[in-house]
Each structure stands twice: as C-alpha cells, then as structure tokens.
Nanobody
Framework: QFVESGGGLVQPGGSLRLNCTAS????????MAWYRQPPGKQRDLVAS???????DYADSVKGRFTISRDNAENTVYLQMDSLKPEDTGVYFC???????????WGQGTQVTVSS
C-alpha cells in the first residue's frame, strides 16, 4: 500500500516536496520510484532510487528533482524545484519490481504548476 502526499498548486519556478509512505512489504529490500501521469496521458517513471540509494532521473526532470528515501520510516521523497507547467500531473510512488508483479497503486497526489 502506498500513500502519497505533498502535492498542490504552485507557480512556475516554485518548489514542492512529495512524500510517499509504504506498507505491506519489506521496504528496504526494494528499489522505489516516482511516476507522473499528466492529464490524458500515460503514467511514466520520472525518478527512481535503488535499495542502495543510487538515484536515476528522466531527462525531463534531471537537475531539478531529487529523490531520496528513509528506510526506517518506509518513506520515499521527491523534492521538486524549478517547477514547470509540463510537470503538472498526478504523482504516484511504487516499486518498479512490484509494478511488474501487479502491485496496486495509491491514490496519488496532484501537482499543478500554473501562474
């Protein structure tokens, strides 16, 4: 189970920090990721972090977003800076391996970047 929070309405150039708390599995054993679903489009991976804290990013967010995790709190974070209107969408977290195994998704958190 995943519970995402921290979204909202922000002006271009602004920042937000998303949080995702996971339960129901051994969090520290799994790579984790944040996904974004823009209005009317498919859900895509934007940032991932391995169980060993190695991070990777989609080209569209590289240098602006930072993913991190706290295994003691079963939580993964996404710090989003220099936000752009094209960052608008519903943000979800999950584990890539868990997704392949058919894991369910949380409700997501809405991020809207607009002036």
């Amino acid at each position: 189970q995943f519970v995402e929070s921290g979204g909202g309405l922000v002006q271009p150039g602004g920042s937000l920090r998303l949080n995702c708390t996971a339960s129901g599995f051994i969090f520290s054993f799994y790579d984790m990721a944040w996904y974004r679903q823009p209005p009317g489009k498919q859900r895509d991976l934007v940032a991932s972090i391995t169980r060993f804290d190695q991070a990777d990013y989609a080209d569209s967010v590289k240098g602006r977003f930072t993913i991190s995790r706290d295994n003691a709190e079963n939580t993964v974070y996404l710090q989003m800076d220099s936000l752009k209107p094209e960052d608008t969408g519903v943000y979800f977290c999950n584990g890539p391996t868990l997704v392949e195994r058919g894991a369910s998704w949380g409700q997501g958190t809405q991020v809207t970047v607009s002036s």
